[in-house]
């Protein structure tokens, strides 16, 4: 019996160590500290983020040690904070660190450069003022630019936001104007070179003028009613005359005689103050100052011819060198103004068709060409000894080389072209060798 009893005993001694383990087992211990998901990455542009957290402590804190970092709040869940926008140029990092009782973690923040997409350039603004010239750019902040404009500049206004700056000037009635506005953004300074030109008040604008005299009628602008000053027009050349009128302006321009081309001044005034200059250049020739009578020069002597208008401001008819008018060109080539003739041209008359033919001669007065092309008689731009001269500017050469043309023939050819085969019974010459018109 003693023997059963004593086994008993030790069985059930056995089954409580069993059972004691068990519960040691199956006991959990409280984790301290857990960072479970975390906000680690950001833009330029910044933001708020969150790190959730495990922890059995009552009290959780959390700093950070960069100032561009700011936590809000830290508890046992989750530590919430927010990234300031960044103006840096390269990656930036900071470190938050997060304590529960003992234990710490540490968790690093990374955010991105910025960025801004905008050069320095040179732009024109409005002369009137009426309308902004709008820039835009592109940029990994939300913050507006800081714009830093000359304190001489006060014709000039910008606002500026994120990827865009608008330009605002005042009306330009003082003259061309321009300065240079600074517009920063984050780490990167951007200067525009801004430009103004000054507003037209005055509708007025000449090409070159011809020689000729002339009248040019101008008159105030829309943009006139946006200033309030007095205006005014004169020009400091004696050739040059203004009349201002109720309506505007009347310039007259006298003819030019005096040998050279010229260049004048009309000048716009606001409360007596020059605010813009026009320049009036006069040529010393016109289609219309080759009309009239010239003295033609040719081998058996010389007489008086009349250029008349032909095409306005393309030909003319010459009158006296053949029965049947001559046509020539007018044409201006470098400045030089001069008459042209085409080797051979059909010539309409009432008893036919006439074939006109211009020979060349060289200096021997013997060599003629039958070539086609056109030869010219270029104005020498001499007021007190007005002269066409021919030259055939290399044409000779180019038919037969190492011959130069130095005077021209006329030669009419009834119902016929003139060529190599044409029998020489068949034409009618005259002036076989011609070279100059003066007046």
């Not at 709040?73 to 990092?93: D, Q, Y």
């Not at 801004?116 to 902040?141: H, K, L």
């Not at 001044?265 to 289609?287: E, H, R």
């Not at 080797?343 to 021997?364: E, F, K, N, T």
Request: hydrophobic share 40%.
């Amino acid at each position: 019996m003693k023997k059963i009893f004593w086994y008993m005993m030790a069985l059930a001694l056995i089954g409580c160590a069993f059972t004691a383990c068990n519960d040691d087992e199956d006991k959990v211990v409280p984790v301290a500290l857990e960072v479970v998901k975390s906000d680690v990455d950001f833009a330029a542009a910044g933001g708020v983020g969150t790190i959730q957290i495990k922890s059995v402590e009552a009290t959780v804190t959390a700093t950070a040690d960069q100032p561009w970092v700011t936590i809000n709040n830290a508890n046992a869940k989750a530590v919430n904070f927010t990234v300031a926008e960044s103006g840096e140029s390269l990656i930036r990092t900071a470190t938050i660190t997060i304590k529960a009782g003992a234990a710490s973690q540490a968790v690093s923040i990374l955010q991105s450069p910025a960025t801004m997409v905008m050069e320095n350039q040179t732009i024109t603004v409005d002369p009137t003022g009426q309308t902004a010239t709008t820039i835009t750019y592109e940029t990994s902040m939300t913050s507006a630019p800081v714009v830093t404009i000359p304190a001489d500049a006060t014709w000039l206004k910008v606002t500026a936001e994120a990827g865009k700056l608008s330009f605002i000037p005042d009306t330009n009635v003082t003259g061309d104007r321009e300065t240079i506005v600074t517009v920063e953004q984050g780490w990167k300074p951007v200067q525009f070179t801004v430009k103004q030109e000054i507003a037209y008040l005055i509708d007025f604008y000449v090409d070159v003028l011809d020689r000729d005299a002339v009248t040019i009628e101008c008159t105030p602008t829309e943009y006139m009613a946006l200033t309030s000053g007095n205006w005014d027009v004169q020009s400091p050349n004696d050739w040059i005359t203004i009349t201002k009128t109720e309506t505007g302006c009347s310039i007259d321009v006298t003819e030019n005689t005096s040998g050279n081309v010229r260049t004048g001044m009309v000048q716009i005034l606001m409360d007596g103050q020059v605010i813009k200059s026009y320049p009036v250049d006069q040529k010393i020739y016109s289609y219309k100052f080759f009309l009239g009578n010239w003295t033609f020069t040719h081998d058996q002597g010389s007489l008086t011819v009349t250029i008349r208008e032909n095409v306005p401001g393309e030909s003319y008819y010459v009158d006296g060198l053949y029965r049947n008018n001559v046509v020539f060109g007018y044409e201006v080539v470098d400045d030089i103004p001069r008459l042209t003739l085409v080797s051979q041209y059909v010539c309409p008359a009432s008893d036919g068709v006439h074939h006109m033919w211009i020979c060349l001669r060289d200096a021997a007065k013997a060599i003629y060409s039958w070539a086609n092309g056109k030869f010219v008689i270029p104005y020498n731009m001499d007021e007190n000894n007005q002269t066409l001269t021919f030259t055939d500017e290399g044409h000779w050469n180019a038919v037969q080389e190492g011959y130069v043309a130095h005077g021209f023939g006329f030669y009419k050819f009834t119902g016929v072209e003139a060529n190599s085969n044409t029998a020489t019974g068949s034409y009618y010459k005259r002036f076989t060798y011609a070279q100059t018109f003066t007046r």
